[in-house]
């Protein structure tokens, strides 16, 4: 069963800030020495109404301090440019990045907030020449944004969506070779989509496919994918922490059970790199 309460208290992130940067991330705060593993990505790193996400998992089974550095609905742009969290990484034992959506970044099209990346700010001269019969003032969320564009016209969307998928690419290996150290990319495949527009634009992390990811493959220390299975996905919100009025969201994010496979198939992958 999942576990309901009214108000915000239902679950505790213990939300904390490392050195300069301004980013929020989920506590208990870590103290950045000795050894550690560090683990960067977004919403299913964050693990949103989830008690154990899988990077708490994670150091139960490695024995080391793993630093949750998971940023809500975050794509590569939250974190090329935090040099406070770019160096905690290259000081761990290994950092885990997570593969985040392509929709979540600024690019020739379209720019995002710095870092609420999930949240569209305007469209570029060249997006609105494209698509002038579109007003972009109706938007405020980058996946509602091409969801509608998508189904405008099927054929100018194409246009974004190769555009999105050659930064994405770019930003992946500029963000891995910021990171010096050994880093394990994690693949999280035909993830749970974030709102009811996933049916149209395909499964999580958006747009990222074999190609992209090979493109990218030689700038880590190692990779391993994991498709959380039907059953664990059938579980629901079993074991989550929610308010009332959150159960849509707790539906569209990972579940305990999926967490535990998460981190049970990481776990091999990340001990040999310790």
């Not at 992209?212 to 030689?218: G, L």
Request: aromatic share 10%; charged share 25%; with cysteine.
């Amino acid at each position: 069963m999942a576990y309901e309460y009214a108000g915000e208290s239902a679950l505790d992130y213990y939300p904390c800030r490392y050195g300069q940067s301004k980013l929020l991330f989920r506590g208990p705060r870590r103290k950045l020495d000795g050894a550690y593993v560090a683990v960067i990505g977004g919403t299913e790193t964050y693990g949103k109404f989830v008690a154990e996400p899988y990077p708490a998992l994670l150091e139960k089974s490695v024995g080391l301090p793993v630093v949750n550095f998971g940023y809500m609905n975050a794509g590569t742009d939250v974190f090329i440019g935090e040099n406070t969290i770019i160096d905690a990484c290259s000081k761990a034992r290994v950092t885990i990045v997570q593969l985040m959506g392509a929709h979540n970044m600024s690019n020739r099209f379209y720019a995002v907030h710095p870092r609420r990346n999930d949240r569209f700010l305007r469209a570029s001269a060249l997006m609105k020449t494209v698509f002038r019969e579109v007003d972009f003032t109706e938007f405020h969320f980058t996946r509602h944004m091409l969801s509608s564009i998508k189904q405008q016209s099927a054929e100018k969307y194409q246009l974004i969506e190769g555009e999105l998928k050659s930064a994405w690419v770019a930003r992946m290996r500029i963000l891995l070779q910021k990171i010096e150290g050994k880093t394990l990319l994690l693949w999280i495949s035909g993830g749970a989509s974030e709102g009811e527009d996933s049916d149209a634009l395909g499964p999580d992390p958006l747009l990222v496919d074999e190609e992209m990811v090979a493109s990218v493959r030689s700038f880590a220390t190692d990779f391993v994918r994991v498709a959380p299975s039907a059953e664990a996905r059938g579980r629901g919100t079993e074991g989550m922490m929610f308010a009332a009025l959150e159960e849509p969201a707790a539906m569209a994010v990972p579940n305990p059970v999926v967490h535990r496979e998460i981190a049970d198939a990481i776990a091999p992958v990340l001990r040999p790199l310790l």
